[in-house]
DNA sequence: CTCGGCAAAATTTGATCATATTGTCGAGAT
DNA sequence: ATCTCGACAATATGATCAAATTTTGCCGAG
């Protein structure tokens, strides 16, 4: 199965998995969190366009829950970053901009290479062995040119890794600021035919394989800077266009 | 309108909100943002002590506010790390561990300098006297023993000098740290006799007025471990004793 | 007769919804 | 261009239901 992930039972955040469900799930988790989960993911993977409007009752309506869950769930996302509270009282999706960038551009090479470092020595083979079906998964995505699932795979490779280092506060960190450009995200590749990425994820899993954790945290560094800079002549592209 | 104070009549004790609402107490702002303000600075301030339950209606009556308000904030929270999410679907402000003191050290270290070396340049004149003022009645609160005004103190300091880096995402992720050792901190301080010096301010101080960027990102680094050792040393000999 | 444990009632707490109230945006008239 | 009115969206309350914890009371063993 591909369902590899059988250890964890409930940790906070498994949104992949949730999304791709059914609505329905066992009764031990309450609907906030899974109107929750699925908000993020519609945000993480580009579902939603920077700029669009947030309604509540529009998600109640469009995810089949009341009132209240849907409030807990987009304070949630907007605490995280992920949802913009402005001041007519409505929410949003946010737009990135330039300063916004060299932000997360600061904050990710700093936090995501330390991450995989701890989590050199902590993953297990059949771990590496994931990774490295997940990185061939994305390989395909891309030569198929499906841009969902490239998204997914790829956020699926950090966010393994990352679980792995056992440090809770930073990887709820790094989670928050995925959050952040995951709109773009789509935008951006949309636009990018060639994604040079996958080199980084190979060395990554080679230095896994080695115990390497200081040419995994290289890798991983290199890997976000690509990707952020990625985002930012995009954006810098659509500034000067309008 | 006038319905809006109407249930605050005269609770004698409410200093929360005077501080963090300091310039916006317009009847623009929502129940649920006055509540997780207040909600926050009772974490932030240790006026809740690690470990302690927090229920809905517990809050409800005490904030004298709605369900759904209460609710909301305590979401907000959570996402923060300043509550946690319990398996009983019950909430409670979370006891720091050692690993957790070993990622906020990291963290901190990593971003609240950078932080001060953005905020150098920006910093006026009137900001700068503002942080010597506020330093001074740091010091004035150590010498009185007043600990809640001491860490109030602290955490204006931090707080004005992030506030001018203009750099939102830092400043926040930077915000959520704090939340996560704020419980801990009176708890701390309550058996330190010998409070860290502010020798760290009156230096960051200097530099602001020099204009030297990096000689004030040097001395908040030494003023967040100092802060984050001496919470680790006592966290430690708890665990010793029992 | 007392002590300890087990189980059922009672209480507390959380989750969700339906609804009333309030505020905001926009169309059309002055 | 400004004002008023109506539709729409968010805020906030209280009620209701469900789950979990605590209390209570019972029974048998020592």
Redesign the interface.
């Known amino acids: 199965m591909e369902s590899v992930d059988a250890k964890r039972a409930a940790p ?1 955040d498994d949104p992949v998995d949730e999304l791709s469900g059914a609505s329905d799930t066992g009764g031990k988790v ?1 609907v ?1 969190e899974l109107v929750y989960r699925r908000l993020r993911a519609l945000i993480l993977f580009g579902d939603m366009a920077p700029g669009q409007a947030v309604t509540i009752q529009g998600l109640t309506s469009q995810l089949e829950a009341g009132m ?1 869950p849907v ?2 769930a987009i ?2 996302l ?4 992920g949802l913009t509270f402005r001041d007519n ?1 409505r929410v949003s999706v946010p737009v990135l901009s330039v ?2 960038i060299a ?2 551009k ?2 990710r090479s ?2 995501e290479p ?1 991450l995989t470092r701890l989590a050199t020595p902590r993953l297990s083979v059949a771990e590496i062995d994931a990774l490295e079906r997940i990185d061939t998964e994305m390989d395909a995505a891309i030569a198929g040119g499906d841009l969902e699932s490239y998204l997914k795979q790829n956020h699926a490779f950090h966010t393994r890794i990352y679980a792995a280092a ?5 990887t ?2 790094a989670d ?2 995925w959050l ?1 450009f995951g709109p773009s995200l789509r935008f951006v590749c949309a636009r990018v035919e060639s994604v040079a990425l996958p080199d980084n994820h190979k060395t990554m899993i080679a230095a896994f394989r080695a115990g390497d954790a200081e040419t995994a945290a290289l890798a991983m560094r290199a890997d976000v800077l690509q990707g952020m800079v990625q985002i930012e002549t995009c954006l810098a592209e659509d500034l000067y266009k309008s």
């Open positions: 906070p309450p906030h209240t409030r807990e304070r949630r907007i605490s995280e970053g009282r300063e916004n932000e997360l600061f904050l700093a936090i330390e056992e440090a809770p506060i930073m709820s960190t928050r600021l952040r």
